[in-house]
């Protein structure tokens, strides 16, 4: 993944394009939002505004669904 970015510093231009871009492919192979924003250091809202701003289909909330009880 892109080199780590400060805490706090912003991402313009084509270096938030590039982190967007490799968000967007990591995501779409299986890992969490929340494993991503491990990973560069970045918030779980600054992650899921990455992916959302550059148009990634995000998944359901995971976990078992119930049956319904006749």
Do not use: C
């Amino acid at each position: 993944m892109t080199e780590a970015v400060k805490k706090g510093e912003r991402l313009t231009g084509a270096r938030r394009e590039q982190l967007a871009k490799e968000l967007a492919e990591a995501y779409q192979s299986g890992r969490s939002i929340r494993q991503l924003a491990a990973d560069t250091g970045r918030s779980y809202g600054a992650v899921h505004r990455l992916l959302v701003d550059h148009g990634v289909a995000l998944r359901g909330r995971g976990g078992a669904r119930r049956a319904k009880v006749s």
